[in-house]
């Protein structure tokens, strides 16, 4: 099976990557979410993205155009009726999640894959809201999703080998290397990520080193391409604490216990770069100096 028409719920900094890509590759992409302000800011982050392509020389103004072309924005779940996969990257939230699944499985056409981009919610219970379990995957797309190689591709209890390999040439046809693993709380990316993340935390909260030190130290003795605190950050402390409370929840051992710092900076608002202040502190003029 060739998708050749993709779905995706959210056009927020994934979803609108996912678009990207996919747009990229001469697939036809339906991106959806609640209001019009989130379909055109995701549509312009599209559009400057690829400018910056041009700009550099690596496509044309034309080319440009059609990659926009293929992606027709809207509000309205109807319109992914017709895809052939559709991929959910709405927020990280099992209940959200299990809701839209439902939603998505008497809307979209029999036989049409149905993709969640969860970083570590499991698959099994998701395909179960649906009619069509066999036909529900996860599609872990790495952020930012335009410049990250890996797709992490993970098959529910009850995922058809169909589905994984349909899935598997999408990723490969968006010029993705996708690399499949079983359904397990935060997979493999963020079972090994989210620890070395937290134990940053606890270095930070117990005053072993600031922050600037600890990612320094990361950086150059490890030849990470940012440290962890800054990928924290980016990534939302948010979505690190909820992550690693699905990971302590799924698995039961201390060691992906959160830290305190990370549940009182999310109950703070500082969220990382989406709120202006992390660990850094992204508010104009600051540029990114420890907070």
């Avoid at 963020?190 to 072993?208: D, K, Y």
């Amino acid at each position: 099976m060739t998708i050749k028409s993709l779905g995706i719920v959210g056009a927020g900094q994934m979803g609108n990557g996912i678009a990207h890509v996919a747009a990229q590759a001469g697939i036809s992409v339906v991106m959806r979410d609640l209001e019009d302000r989130f379909v055109k800011k995701g549509l312009d982050t599209v559009a400057k993205n690829l400018q910056r392509g041009v700009d550099k020389g690596k496509m044309t103004a034309a080319e440009k155009d059609a990659v926009l072309s293929r992606i027709h924005g809207t509000t309205k779940i109807e319109d992914l009726a017709g895809c052939e996969l559709v991929v959910e990257a709405a927020i990280e939230k099992l209940d959200v999640k299990l809701e839209l699944f439902a939603a998505l499985d008497a809307i979209v056409k029999p036989g049409a894959i149905l993709a969640t981009n969860t970083s570590s919610l499991p698959i099994t219970k998701i395909a179960a809201a649906t009619k069509r379990p066999d036909r529900v995957i996860g599609m872990h797309f790495m952020n930012p999703v335009p410049l990250m190689k890996l797709v992490e591709v993970i098959r529910g209890l009850q995922t058809s080998d169909a589905t994984a390999a349909a899935t598997k040439a999408l990723a490969e046809a968006m010029g993705k290397t996708a690399v499949e693993c079983r359904d397990f709380p935060g997979f493999v990316s963020n079972r090994v990520l989210m620890p070395l993340i937290n134990e940053a935390i606890f270095c930070l909260h117990e005053g072993v080193a600031d922050a600037a030190a600890i990612d320094t130290i990361m950086k150059l003795g490890m030849n990470h391409p940012m440290g962890p605190l800054t990928l924290a950050d980016f990534i939302g402390l948010d979505t690190c604490l909820y992550i690693l409370q699905v990971l302590h929840d799924g698995l039961g051992e201390d060691k992906y216990r959160p830290c305190p710092l990370l549940a009182k900076y999310v109950e703070a608002g500082w969220l990382g770069k989406k709120s202006g202040r992390g660990f850094y502190d992204y508010s104009e003029g600051a540029a990114g100096a420890p907070a």
